[in-house]
């Protein structure tokens, strides 16, 4: 009896696992990526006509002075502010923060923070009103109102921390009738004065691919590591790299989440070492590169060809092991330039209405440099944070 | 022969599935990946399997009293975390702060042991919130992403170990560290503080009115769990280095690891060997999912309802008779 309940119970479970494993085939065997983890997901994020728009802005001489890349933009469509305009200074800021919650943000957080102090120090912000919403859609749509609520808001602005879910919120932010300014992710309503992006996406993901097409022999291996499914912004980064990955040689063995954990990303590459070579790492976002490099030394095998991030661990460790690399970037800097917008709209300047911020990778040749110039910074500093000229670095930054 | 039955009577003892659904799992990855058998991959398995087996002992003890630990992915965090900072790349600092993340697991162990004993707090509240106080303050401390960065010297335990070993390759010292623990738990749980914690989790009432010091025992455990969590902190960090994710989940892992093993919430039941064995099938679990290149989507899925499954047979198979004292169950199924 306990032997048949046993067996019972095994089959049930082996076989539910079977039933499901038979729907995929083992990345090994398939080198079709439509097969392999998570592809389904590529499609539903693709727009054919953003992804066309950001691979032809990349290569679009910005205007403005590239040594100020957080003022410069790309084929800006310049708008009227007099509306806004206002007398004196000491303009109230307030800002609705989507979270801290990883170094990029944290990274740009205290780039912002350094220009609100140089803007205080001038008169022309008086007071900086913050609200953080630690990644809570309902606490950001509460923190918006607030801000509308208080009245004495100069200027509202939003990191949105969702699409959708944040459109009502700042559309009643903008009927509040203060200039409202959104960056980083976007919303579904262009009722904001400007809203400030880099390139974006697919951006990301297309220049991270085509450095693995180019620099890879045709029929190499690439494992690709993403982050976390269903995040609009790494959806596009994976969308971009699956478009070129397709039309070219490259076999990808896989695309799998790691959640951004080290360990996670260690172990994972490890079992695909185990199973056989892999000549490339494609990466969402750089958060536990290191591991990955690592994953190979302590396999002995050769390094990988491999895209990361700006993030300072890896390009160390891309210049120690003098391994083949790229930097994508997520731009940085764009925390500065809210703050700026909002002091140009309270003063009555025009600002683009779709504020596109130069989006570079950092390639080989200027790796040395970016590294130089962040000596100082922790490991998980962005290289591209464009705070060198603020009077707290390097202290606020080293010191975090 | 008298280890094969030996081995189908435990087989068929609740805290036996464990064991049979190891096998199956590993047959399974055997199936997609002979290769993984090979002395160099299992050694790499059990390196990264490691931490979670450790923090599944420390676990064993506080349920096995009773209680639960949910701060302990918390406390691995915050220990990586407080490692990359005091160290800084310092080799020099590697010992000594060492010492320091053994006295704060030791410290947090027993916060939530005298909370959960003196004041009667539910340990379920009380690690909770343990969980949440370490999460704010170590991104208070750190401004919400680690800084810093490891020694050398901390990141061997977790990565390397004796390396140009004939046929296996190298064996990790994590691996040593896992068997020395594990053995300790085995030992610890046949002494008489074992008993005392088994009992307090079969019936408080009647270990007290015994004379057993059912509160010393039940902080102790924690203590025991916060030095787990440490110890895999170590290793953890170790194997990977820091990241800002680093334990994220852990304390949900590690408590189905040790209820796959057998071991009944509330406490009273079940060994600690079946528990450090609950985290290899978990651990080899994902390792089946790799290698089945199982949609990500679908693996918590598939492994909601391995857990189910296997739980609910190790029940269906306790509804019979069980030992008559807490301290047989101790004996009788003595890890």
């Given at each position: 009896m306990k032997t048949q309940r046993l067996a019972a119970a095994s089959v049930a479970a082996l076989g539910l696992l079977l039933a499901t494993g038979c729907t995929t085939d083992t990345p090994a065997e398939s080198p079709d990526d439509e097969a392999t983890t998570g592809?389904?997901?590529?499609?539903?994020?693709?727009?054919?006509?953003?992804?066309?728009?950001?691979?032809?802005?990349?290569?679009?001489?910005?205007?403005?002075?590239?040594?100020?890349?957080?003022?410069?933009?790309?084929?800006p469509e310049w708008i009227d502010t007099a509306e806004f305009a206002r007398e004196g200074g000491d303009a109230t800021l307030c800002f609705s923060n989507a979270s801290v919650s990883n170094p990029w943000r944290v990274t740009g957080w205290i780039t912002m923070q350094q220009q609100v102090a140089v803007l205080q120090e001038s008169g022309a912000i008086g007071e900086f009103r913050v609200s953080d919403a630690g990644d809570d859609d309902d606490q950001q749509i509460s923190d918006i109102q607030a801000f509308i609520d208080a009245g004495d808001c100069d200027s509202i602005i939003i990191s949105p921390s969702t699409t959708a879910t944040l459109t009502p919120a700042v559309e009643a932010a903008c009927a509040s009738g203060v200039p409202v300014i959104i960056f980083d992710r976007g919303v579904n309503t262009d009722c904001?004065?400007?809203?400030?992006?880099?390139?974006?996406?697919?951006?990301?993901?297309?220049?991270?691919?085509?450095?693995?097409?180019?620099?890879?022999?045709?029929?190499?291996?690439?494992?690709?590591?993403?982050?976390?499914?269903?995040?609009?912004?790494?959806?596009?980064?994976?969308?971009?790299?699956?478009?070129?990955?397709?039309?070219?040689?490259?076999?990808?063995?896989?695309n799998e989440f790691t959640g951004g954990d080290a360990a996670e990303i260690k172990n994972i590459v490890s079992q695909y070492l185990?199973?056989?070579?892999?000549?490339?790492?494609?990466?969402?976002?750089?958060?536990?590169?290191?591991?990955?490099?690592?994953?190979?030394?302590?396999?002995?095998q050769p390094l990988p060809v491999m895209t990361g991030e700006d993030e300072l661990s890896f390009m160390r460790k891309w210049e120690e092991t003098g391994m083949t690399a790229l930097a994508p970037v997520y731009s940085n800097f764009q925390w500065r330039t809210p703050i700026i917008a909002a002091t140009m709209i309270?003063?009555?300047?025009?600002?683009?209405?779709?504020?596109?911020?130069?989006?570079?990778?950092?390639?080989?040749?200027?790796?040395?440099?970016?590294?130089?110039?962040?000596?100082?910074?922790?490991?998980?500093?962005?290289?591209?944070?464009?705070?060198?000229?603020?009077?707290?670095f390097p202290d606020a930054w080293r010191d975090r | 022969?008298?280890?094969?039955?030996?081995?189908?009577?435990?087989?068929?003892?609740?805290?036996?599935?464990?064991?049979?659904?190891?096998?199956?799992?590993?047959?399974?990855?055997?199936?997609?990946?002979?290769?993984?058998?090979?002395?160099?991959s299992l050694m790499a398995f059990l390196k990264q399997a490691a931490p979670l087996v450790i923090l599944a002992a420390g676990q064993y003890f506080v349920i096995v009293s009773g209680n639960f630990d949910l701060s302990v992915g918390a406390l691995v965090g915050a220990q990586v975390v407080i490692a990359a900072r005091l160290i800084d790349g310092e080799?020099?600092?590697?010992?000594?702060?060492?010492?320091?993340?053994?006295?704060?697991?030791?410290?947090?162990?027993?916060?939530?042991?005298?909370?959960?004993?003196?004041?009667k707090v539910q340990s379920f509240i009380t690690t909770l919130g343990m969980l949440l106080v370490l999460y704010g303050a170590i991104r208070l401390w750190t401004g919400g992403a680690p800084t810093g960065s490891l020694s050398e010297a901390f990141r061997t335990a977790g990565r390397f170990g004796i390396e140009d070993v004939p046929v296996l390759g190298q064996i990790p010292w994590a691996l040593l560290i896992m068997i020395g623990l594990g053995a300790g738990a085995v030992v610890l749980m046949r002494t008489r503080f074992g008993r005392i914690l088994m009992?307090?989790?079969?019936?408080?009432?009647?270990?007290?009115?015994?004379?057993?010091?059912?509160?010393?025992?039940?902080?102790?455990?924690?203590?025991?769990?916060?030095?787990?969590?440490?110890?895999?902190?170590?290793?953890?960090?170790?194997?990977?280095?820091?990241?800002?994710?680093?334990?994220?989940?852990?304390?949900?892992?590690?408590?189905?690891?040790?209820?796959?093993?057998?071991?009944?919430?509330?406490?009273?039941?079940?060994?600690?060997?079946?528990?450090?064995?609950?985290?290899?099938?978990i651990e080899a679990l994902f390792t089946l999912f790799n290698q089945m290149a199982l949609p990500a989507t679908l693996r918590p899925t598939v492994q909601g309802a391995i857990i189910i499954a296997a739980v609910a047979y190790a029940a269906r198979q306790r509804t019979r008779p069980a030992p008559a004292t807490p301290t047989a169950t101790a004996t009788a199924t003595p890890s």
């Open positions: 592809a389904e997901s590529g499609d539903e994020w693709f727009v054919q006509a953003d992804y066309d728009e950001q691979l032809a802005q990349r290569d679009i001489e910005p205007e403005g002075d590239p040594n100020t890349p957080w003022l410069q933009a790309i084929e904001a004065v400007t809203f400030i992006h880099p390139i974006g996406g697919y951006a990301f993901g297309a220049d991270a691919a085509e450095f693995l097409v180019d620099n890879l022999e045709p029929g190499s291996t690439v494992l690709a590591l993403r982050i976390l499914p269903g995040v609009d912004v790494l959806e596009n980064r994976w969308a971009a790299a699956k478009q070129i990955f397709d039309g070219s040689e490259l076999e990808i063995l896989g185990e199973r056989g070579e892999v000549d490339g790492i494609w990466m969402d976002a750089g958060d536990g590169a290191v591991a990955a490099i690592e994953a190979f030394e302590d396999a002995g309270l003063a009555g300047e025009q600002v683009p209405a779709e504020w596109v911020l130069p989006q570079d990778p950092i390639t080989d040749a200027e790796l040395a440099d970016y590294l130089e110039r962040n000596a100082d910074m922790p490991s998980l500093h962005y290289a591209k944070f464009g705070g060198e000229d603020l009077p707290g | 022969m008298t280890r094969f039955r030996d081995l189908f009577a435990k087989a068929t003892n609740p805290t036996g599935t464990v064991f049979i659904l190891l096998v199956l799992i590993l047959a399974g990855v055997f199936v997609m990946n002979p290769g993984f058998f090979e002395g160099p080799e020099s600092r590697t010992l000594p702060v060492i010492l320091v993340m053994i006295a704060f697991g030791i410290a947090v162990g027993l916060v939530n042991g005298l909370i959960t004993t003196v004041l009992a307090s989790g079969d019936n408080e009432r009647a270990a007290s009115l015994s004379g057993a010091r059912v509160d010393a025992a039940r902080t102790t455990a924690f203590v025991l769990s916060g030095l787990s969590a440490t110890v895999a902190g170590i290793l953890i960090g170790g194997y990977a280095g820091v990241s800002a994710q680093v334990g994220d989940g852990l304390e949900f892992t590690v408590i189905t690891a040790v209820v796959l093993g057998g071991v009944v919430l509330g406490g009273g039941r079940g060994s600690v060997l079946a528990a450090m064995a609950g985290a290899l099938t």
